[in-house]
């Protein structure tokens, strides 16, 4: 039988070797930045599967509090990322 539990730690799977097939893949760096930000919401997915305990019970708060600092480091890392994908491309000779 498939539990919240399961289906959490399955779609985190998922979307964690999509976005490392994606990384390693695509050439073009936004898509790169893309497949990464992927790959962190699978982290997070999985996560928050393993934090549950069982019915009844409260989950742990370690991972939640691991998510949620994720979640804003995630975010910070995306916009300075962005910012240096923008100047390596204005930098870069056109042909």
Do not use: K
Not at 23 to 33: D, G, M, S
Not at 71 to 81: C, D, E, K, Q, R
Request: contains cysteine; charged residues 10%; aromatic residues 4%.
């Amino acid at each position: 039988m498939l539990t919240t539990q399961w289906l959490y730690a399955l779609s985190g799977c998922l979307l964690l070797a999509l976005g490392l097939r994606s990384a390693l893949l695509h050439p073009a760096l936004l898509q790169r930045i893309l497949a990464i930000n992927v790959m962190g919401s699978g982290v997070f997915m999985l996560l928050i599967a393993i934090a549950y305990r069982g019915p009844g019970m409260p989950p742990d708060p370690i991972p939640h509090a691991l998510v949620l600092t994720g979640i804003v480091v995630a975010v910070s890392a995306t916009a300075l990322a962005l910012a240096l994908a923008r100047r390596l491309t204005r930098e870069q000779p056109h042909d």
